[in-house]
């Protein structure tokens, strides 16, 4: 909790409330120093597990021996059954949280065949679902949300500072519960850039929606990865920019009868 000032007008009040938290997590695999990672303290284990899969360092989560996360000095010390060669050209995503991705190329993902559809209407229930499901932004705000869904109901819900971590959470969550993210939705209440297209397309998610917008890059690799990718999704409608994963069932604009 921390004390604060809040200004509307001239009219001045002290409040006590929840300021998101954010601190440095670095992790160790094998012994070796792999990454610093600015995230929010929360769900660590799942974040670990599934920055580690979306890069693939690990392929399965029964690939790790042992995983410690000191909540003293902010290190994780990850223990693999085999040993491995960690990727070293980092690229500075465009996320908050300081997101860093080392294998970014779109040639290592295969277009994406699946036959998902979701109604308008249930693409806005589930974005209410993230939404209400939100606990430390419903607290503090200043903080990102993901979901992994169906159609008809939300299955795995993460928040963290950075949009990336939030999502790589949500993988790490799966491995550990053993659900799989292949025909799934994810939803992110962060932009669409082109890391987190091909997150979802690693995860093998071939609809991706988002309360704000995608980039221009992202959108293009949607095309290519046959990925639905819709923004600005709110109870009366969104944008839908790539793909045909939603049964519209309206008619477009200038269309005749």
């Given amino acids: 909790m921390r004390t604060y000032l809040k200004v509307r007008g001239e009219r001045v009040e002290e409040i006590t409330g929840e300021v998101v938290r954010e601190q ?18 929360v769900q660590l284990e799942a974040l670990v597990i599934g920055y580690l899969w979306m890069e693939m360092v690990i392929g399965d989560v029964r690939e790790i021996q042992t995983l410690d996360v000191s909540p003293v000095d902010g290190r994780v010390d990850v223990t693999l059954d085999h040993p491995v060669d960690l990727p070293t ?95 799934r939705i994810l939803l992110s209440t962060g932009r669409v850039s082109s890391e987190m297209l091909l997150k979802a397309a690693r995860m093998g998610v071939p609809i991706v929606a988002s309360r704000t917008s995608p980039t221009e890059m992202a959108v293009g690799l949607a095309e290519q990865l046959n990925i639905t990718v819709c923004g600005y999704v709110r109870p009366d409608g969104f944008n839908l920019y790539a793909g045909d994963g939603i049964v519209l069932g309206v008619q477009s604009a200038g269309q005749p009868d």
């Fill in 24 to 41: 440095p997590l670095t992790v160790y695999v094998n012994g070796t120093r792999f990454l610093t990672l600015l995230c929010t303290p």
């Fill in 89 to 183: 050209e980092r690229i500075l995503t465009s996320g908050c949280g300081g997101g860093i991705t080392f294998r970014i190329d779109h040639r290592l993902f295969p277009r994406l065949a699946s036959g998902l559809q979701i109604s308008a209407a249930q693409l806005a229930a589930r974005m209410r679902d993230l939404f209400a499901s939100a606990v430390l932004y419903k607290a503090s705000r200043g903080i990102h949300g993901a979901a992994l869904a169906d159609p008809e109901g939300v299955l795995l819900v993460a928040e963290d500072v950075g949009r990336h971590n939030a999502v790589d959470k949500i993988k790490g969550e799966a491995l550990l519960r053993d659900i799989s993210t292949v025909d």
